[in-house]
């Protein structure tokens, strides 16, 4: 079970807009930034969204993150088939001395 | 160009050792954190331990601590795993990441290794 929970399951049609969530505690999103990675099937995970909202240059901005408490999500406007991909949250956490947490990921499918 | 290339992993029995490297360039190495993630096959990602960029701060998984050593050779811009007492559910890819601030320990992975598999059985 990872410390971070998100559904295991995500999917949408081209050009829609999707969201993907990711529930935690106090110790962790609570008090702690938020990062979102991608992997593409068979590749290294690519950074997507760093503290909470920003995102690193090259990643278009149909890319979005928002937190609120202890929760965040990660949103994709004008959604495309190469958007089909599992997509993870991060954070670090308080409560663990310090260490690094994932959530299970999301496996979007672009239908 | 930044570039992170794991080596070091293949087939070893239970309770063997393994010595994971990372050659890295393209950046100031030892300006950067830098991390060590898994992920067993078909499963999710799993950090795995992080050296800060002078070594001064160190952290573990409760999953390897005790078992899994971090450390870093700025002279060679090289960042090293030593795994001991290997199990079956160590069996991962392991990737190497980079911190993403500068001499900040906790921050995003902003690169990564393409990774080297470990794989734990008799």
Redesign the interface.
């Known amino acids: 079970q990872?410390v971070l929970t998100q559904p295991p399951s995500a999917s949408g049609t081209p050009g829609q807009r999707v969201t993907i969530s990711c529930s935690g505690s106090s110790s962790n999103i609570g008090s702690?930034?938020v990062?979102w990675?991608q992997?593409l099937p068979g590749t290294?995970?690519?950074?997507l969204i760093?503290?909470n909202n920003q995102r690193?240059s090259g990643v278009p901005d149909r890319f979005s993150g928002s937190k609120s408490g202890t929760s965040a999500s990660l949103a994709i406007s004008g959604l495309r088939s190469e958007d089909e991909a599992?997509y993870?949250c991060?954070a670090?956490d308080d409560s663990?001395?310090?260490?690094?947490?994932?959530?299970?990921?999301t496996k979007l499918t672009v239908l | 160009e930044v570039q992170l290339v794991e080596s070091g992993g293949g087939l070893v029995q239970p309770g063997r050792s393994l010595r994971l490297s990372c050659a890295a360039s393209g950046f100031t190495f030892d300006d950067y954190a830098m991390h060590w993630v898994r992920q067993a096959p078909g499963k999710g990602l799993e950090w795995v331990s992080g050296i800060s960029w002078n070594s001064g701060s160190i952290g573990y998984a409760d999953s390897v601590k005790g078992r899994f050593t971090i450390s870093r050779d700025n002279a060679k811009n090289s960042l090293y795993l030593q795994m001991n007492s290997l199990r079956a559910e160590d069996t991962a890819l392991y990737y190497c990441a980079k911190g993403g601030e500068w001499l900040r320990f906790r921050s995003q992975f902003d690169y990564w290794g393409q990774g080297t598999l470990v794989t734990v059985s008799s």
């Open positions: 990872s702690n930034y990062y990675y992997q290294a995970p690519k950074l760093y503290r690193p599992d993870y991060a670090w663990l001395s310090g260490q690094g947490v994932f959530g299970g990921g």
